[in-house]
């Protein structure tokens, strides 16, 4: 954005009205965001559109830029990358991306730069894949000093490690101007690539997109449960490092058995299902835990949000969590594992429990939680509690940096 010279200050003075809209016009940004929106669907997704649609509300310029290839077919764990949603409303999105071709990286990047040019370009990092792809692209757009790089980091180092992550994550992190980390941890795990970029930290905004809070026993009648009984809830992608066994071990417990809870389990497997398929039958648990194991479209998940007294996120390893963001805007209570950034923002004992990943604790916590009658008492602080985590933070945080000059 250019400065304000001498005749125009002499014409702000002469014509303020004009002038008051030529301020305006002045500070419209055109933003970039580089990543994963529809039709593809998921948690990436939901954030890049969700924050498209937060500057575009402070009356910017936004264009996505995704992928036309997202991932080869044989190197996705799920069923299907792509939405069955309807296409989201005022969103520009354009599919330009192919993350394994790098005649297409150095296209993109030159059509972002001449086509949009953006005077910020945010771009989501997950995985080290995506680096020579994502980094390739950011290095040709910021050529010329125009447009400020900013990253939006879920991890440096990935949850599952492979060869390769740390050489391609450098390249990456070397082609961005700043970051903002959404855990402290990740921002700890950026140190080990660079000391001297500016960097802020801002917890995961909520995920407010899902719907609006439902009465219980619409909730639970609409996926078929008994409004009568309790339920823990895991949601989300089924990974190994997400502990699901651990939770279905403390399923073993006969004092939650007692008690009469469920478990609902809500997403799709990504990864091999009879591991834990074997652990159910073996603890004689089929009876007690319900397997909704197909992607829950964005339109149905308030339906397990609302019916369930609890979520439970047993992780093995963590930064942060989407779901912990979706479990705040439905007010429902929490139990963490002390893993990552997740206790970072589940206060033990105010909106839910942290406990170590061990089946025996997870258990003892969701006993209290049902003994103690916990439950309205961490509705009240969560509706508090969410309060901190707006998406006005998030874009806060990255124009902060956009205005640190590079060293």
């Known amino acids: ?93 354009k599919r330009t991306v192919n993350a394994i071709n790098p005649l297409n990286w150095l296209r993109t990047g030159r059509r972002i730069k001449r086509e949009e040019q953006p005077d910020l370009l945010i771009v989501k990092f997950w995985l080290p894949f995506m680096a020579p792809c994502l980094g390739t692209i950011c290095r040709i757009v910021k050529r010329g000093g125009r447009t400020r790089v900013v990253s939006v980091l879920d991890n440096v180092i990935p949850h599952e490690k492979r060869p390769g992550d740390k050489l391609f994550a450098r390249y990456f992190v070397r082609s961005v101007d700043g970051f903002v980390a959404m855990s402290r941890s990740v921002l700890s795990d950026l140190g080990l690539f660079d000391q001297q970029k500016p960097r802020a930290f801002c917890p995961h905004p909520l995920y407010d997109h899902y719907g609006a809070i439902m009465p219980r026993r619409e909730a639970v009648a609409a996926i078929g449960l008994n409004e009568s009984e309790r339920y823990v809830l895991f949601f989300g992608f089924i990974r190994d490092y997400k502990g699901l066994d651990l939770l279905i071990d403390a399923f073993a417990d006969h004092r939650l058995f007692d008690l009469g809870v469920k478990l609902i389990v809500a997403g799709e497997f990504y990864g091999d299902p009879e591991p834990y398929m074997s652990k159910i039958r073996s603890l004689d648990l089929a009876d007690r835990i319900m397997l909704c194991t197909d992607f829950i479209p964005d339109s149905e998940v308030n339906r397990y949000f609302c019916a369930a007294d609890i979520v439970a996120q047993p992780y093995r390893s963590a930064t942060q969590s989407g779901v912990t963001q979706i479990a705040f805007h439905f007010e429902t209570p929490m139990l963490v594992t002390n893993v990552g950034g997740l206790p970072e923002i589940v206060p033990d004992g105010k909106v839910g429990y942290v406990v170590e990943p061990d089946a025996q604790q997870i258990a003892d916590a969701l006993v209290r939680f049902y003994k103690e009658e916990r439950h309205d008492e961490f509705v009240q602080n969560l509706r508090l509690e969410k309060q901190k985590y707006s998406w006005q933070n998030m874009t806060n945080a990255i124009d902060n940096l956009k205005t640190i000059k590079k060293k």
């Open 1 to 93: 954005m250019k400065k304000v010279g001498p005749d125009e200050q002499y014409f702000f003075k002469k014509r303020p009205i004009i002038a008051i809209f030529f301020v305006f016009l002045h500070f419209v940004m055109k933003v970039v965001i580089l990543g994963t929106a529809y039709p593809y669907r998921g948690g990436l997704a939901a954030f890049n559109q969700r924050l498209a649609e937060e500057y575009i509300s402070m009356g910017h310029e936004v264009v996505i830029h995704t992928f036309s290839l997202q991932y080869p077919s044989f190197l996705f764990p799920g069923k299907t990358q792509y939405s069955d949603e309807p296409a989201p409303e005022g969103l520009t999105i």
